[in-house]
C-alpha cells in the first residue's frame, strides 16, 4: 500500500510541474516516486497517446491509446478521470489500475492516469471534441478485447 507521505509528495510533484517542461531535478523526484510508470507515462505523452476529448457541454475526459509497438496505437484504449472530485481517487479503465492501484494497492496510479496528469501540467494532451460516439461510450462501453494483454 502506498504510504500516505508517498500520495501527497506524488501530489507535490505533480502540482509543482510548469507547462514549459521537466527539470532534472523533476525526473529524478518523479522517478523516486513513480518508478517505471513514470518513464511508461512520458512515453505515451512523447508518442501523442494521450488525448484530451472536449464535450459540446464543456466538459471533458481522456483517452490514452496503449500498445507497446506503434501499430497498436490504437488497438488499446483506456478513458481516464484523473480526478472524478476530490474526495474520489481516479480512475483508469485498463487492466494495470484494477489490480496494481485498486486491488494489491502497490501503485499510485497507471501509466496512463500519470500520463493525463503530467499532460495537463505540461499543455501536451492532444485536445479534440467529443463526438456524440465518445461520449455514448463513456456510459456503455465495449466489453474487453480477451486478447488484450498489453496497458
Ligand atoms: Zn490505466
Redesign the pocket.
Known amino acids: 500500500m502506498p504510504h500516505l507521505e508517498m500520495i501527497k509528495m506524488g501530489e507535490s510533484l505533480l502540482d509543482s510541474i510548469e507547462p514549459g517542461g521537466l527539470s532534472e531535478q523533476q525526473i529524478h523526484s518523479l522517478h523516486l516516486v513513480f518508478q517505471n510508470t513514470l518513464v511508461a507515462a512520458l512515453d505515451a505523452l512523447d508518442k501523442g497517446r494521450v488525448i484530451k476529448l472536449v464535450t459540446p457541454y464543456g466538459r471533458h475526459f481522456y483517452r490514452v491509446y496503449g500498445g507497446k509497438e506503434a501499430k497498436d496505437k490504437y488497438k488499446y484504449v ?1 478513458t ?1 478521470h484523473p480526478q472524478l472530485m476530490s474526495t474520489f481517487p481516479p480512475s ?1 479503465t ?1 487492466p ?2 484494477a489490480y496494481s492501484v485498486l486491488l494489491s494497492d502497490t501503485h499510485l496510479m ?4 500519470l500520463a493525463v496528469r503530467l499532460g495537463e501540467r505540461l499543455n501536451k494532451c492532444i485536445i479534440q471534441p467529443a463526438s456524440d460516439d465518445d461520449i455514448a461510450e463513456l456510459c456503455f462501453p465495449p466489453p474487453p478485447d480477451p486478447s488484450s494483454k498489453a ?1
Do not use: A, L, N
Not at 497507471?110 to 492516469?113: G, W
Open positions: 483506456y481516464v483508469c485498463c494495470s489500475f497507471c501509466k496512463h492516469v496497458t
